[in-house]
């Protein structure tokens, strides 16, 4: 007797191919970790083959599974194409539209423009995914992205809309004791950063104007580089909109203040579903309404 596969179960396959442990795909599909291990199972036993072998780092694709995974894929493309058709053919200004962006920008700038955005179309829920996590837009992981760096793939659709600038800035009792009259002057100063890492334009910046001296804190959030810096603890690369706004940090100009493009980025699929229609168009407006903001002029 052929049992029926469940077709569902081949998401879970895909996950734990990419994931390589039951806790992390739990994590990626929101479910627990029991639940993975047994569909997997269940699957296991529907093709009568084992896909994955337990290895002391996590789990791993067995030879027939990297057979079947192409295939896989390709049902699922199929699956969430009909999907993101379907949601588009819905015509209204209501539902829910996933924004993802970095966690600051996220925070501080889009935060209270996207919920006042939401006030203004009541049928309508703005969820706001703030991180360092790339979400997939194939994959209905979020329907909008705002992003600091340009998406390449071809089903995606990329509209550059603004440009911000970075900035040293330190608090204006810091500077009162310990003034910074020219560039040489930064290398005897306890410097605030950025984590080094991809497209962190200003970490490398930072790095170049100061000779290479060796920050004394360093951070993926923004936000602490803010707090630190009005702490008195010495000089922090800021964006613009965010240190130029703060009444205890005064901006110290430099030479070749680095600046970050803008993109927003949605799946063609979805780029005419009014709902997101109109979240594109009112982030668009909106980011290039404030370019003096973000630049610093």
């Not at 203004?120 to 996590?133: K, P, Y």
Request: proline share 4%; hydrophobic share 45%.
């Amino acid at each position: 007797m052929v049992c029926a596969m469940n077709w569902d179960d081949l998401r879970f396959v895909l996950a734990l191919s990419k994931a390589g442990s039951l806790a992390r795909t739990a994590k990626i599909l929101n479910v627990d970790h029991t639940t993975v291990g047994r569909r997997i199972e269940s699957l296991e036993a529907d093709l009568g083959v084992r896909l994955f072998t337990r290895t002391t780092t996590g789990y791993v694709p067995t030879a027939e599974a990297e057979q079947l995974l192409p295939d896989i894929r390709r049902v699922e493309e199929s699956v969430l194409s009909l999907e993101r058709g379907a949601h588009a053919q819905n015509d209204a200004v209501e539902g829910v539209v996933r924004v993802t962006s970095p966690e600051t920008f996220g925070a501080c700038y889009l935060s209270p423009r996207l919920a006042a955005f939401g006030q203004e179309h009541t049928s309508l829920t703005i969820e706001l995914v703030a991180g360092g996590e790339i979400l997939d837009l194939a994959r209905r992981e979020a329907d909008v992205a705002v992003r600091f760096f340009r998406s390449r793939h071809d089903d995606l659709v990329v509209r550059r809309v603004a440009e911000l600038t970075h900035a040293l800035y330190a608090s204006r009792a810091y500077l009162a004791r310990r003034p910074v009259r020219s560039q040489a002057d930064l290398r005897n100063h306890a410097i605030l950063t950025s984590a080094p890492g991809r497209g962190v334009v200003e970490a490398v910046w930072v790095e170049l104007i100061t000779g290479g001296t060796r920050p004394t804190f360093v951070t993926n959030m923004t936000v602490a580089l803010v707090e630190a810096a009005c702490a008195d603890a010495g000089i922090a690369v800021l964006p613009r909109y965010l240190g130029d706004r703060e009444p205890k940090l005064q901006r110290i100009p430099m030479q070749g203040e680095p600046r970050e493009v803008i993109w927003i980025t949605v799946h063609r699929d979805m780029k005419q579903t009014r709902r997101v229609r109109a979240v594109l168009d009112f982030l668009s407006a909106s980011i290039r309404q404030d370019k003096a903001l973000l630049l610093g002029e």
